[in-house]
């Protein structure tokens, strides 16, 4: 199945992966955000230690304080900050090369041929990358694709490997997670039942589990994630 059947719903629109520079906008707009609202704390307690409380009072003189306070942190923190925004910045590029080589050439390249692990086209409800999490409203990263599937259809091994895990994991409910060697790896998650068990060896297209809602979900649907030396990968940009 090539990359489209995954992408192309019902009404055939396709949904973009999150690209890298979408998610180095994110982070450092999420950073700085941090920043500036440790900058705003600092120079509250720095005030309130010089000053007696009497000297702090007055009509509405708190409110004004603070609202001057966050408008200067958040503006220190464009500005440059004490670093924070950077250092994060420089953490998550080091990151993002280091996948790069991996998936691109590396050593433990990602897995040639991997295949969909549904039949026929699904729509992808949430892509790879940085989104607002559907339960908590909190930007999070999402290590995988949601695929769109109904209650109880075949979940197949994306290619063939060993079964590393089958059970229950935090957060992810029913799972199985197959290793396919050289540091490579694919997780199947909110699974209703798994039919594998861990050291199975799995072809590829074998049906390893059933799709679910299990674990922390909002619906039935099919995450699926793959990893290359315990990062996650974008699975569409491995999918053919």
Known sequence: MDTTALVNGAAGRPTAPVTPD?????????????????????????????LDDEESQGLGQDALVDTGDIAFGDSLSKGGGF?????????????????????????????????????????????????????????????????????????????EGVVAFAGNQNGYGGTVIIDHGAGRQTRYAHLSDS????????????????????????????????LVNGQAVDPLKGAV
């Not at 979408?22 to 010089?50: C, G, N, P, W």
């Open 83 to 159: 670093g924070f925004t950077s250092q994060m910045l420089d953490a998550f590029e080091r990151q993002a090369d280091a996948i790069s080589a991996t998936v691109n050439g590396g050593s433990s390249a990602a897995p040639a041929g991997l295949k969909a692990p549904v039949d026929a086209a699904q729509r992808i409800s949430s892509a790879f990358g940085w989104r607002r999490d559907p339960l908590s409203g909190a930007e999070k990263f999402h290590a995988g694709v949601d695929i769109a599937v109904a209650y109880g259809r075949d979940v197949k091994a994306a290619a």
């Open 195 to 226: 039919l594998v068990r861990t050291g199975d060896r799995v072809t590829e297209g074998q049906v390893v589990g059933k799709s679910g809602n299990s674990g922390r979900s909002t619906g039935p649907h099919l995450h699926f994630e793959m």
């Open 22 to 50: 979408v998610d180095r906008q994110e982070v450092k707009r999420l950073a700085q955000q941090f920043e500036a609202m440790l900058l705003t704390q600092m120079m509250r307690e720095m005030r309130r230690s010089m």
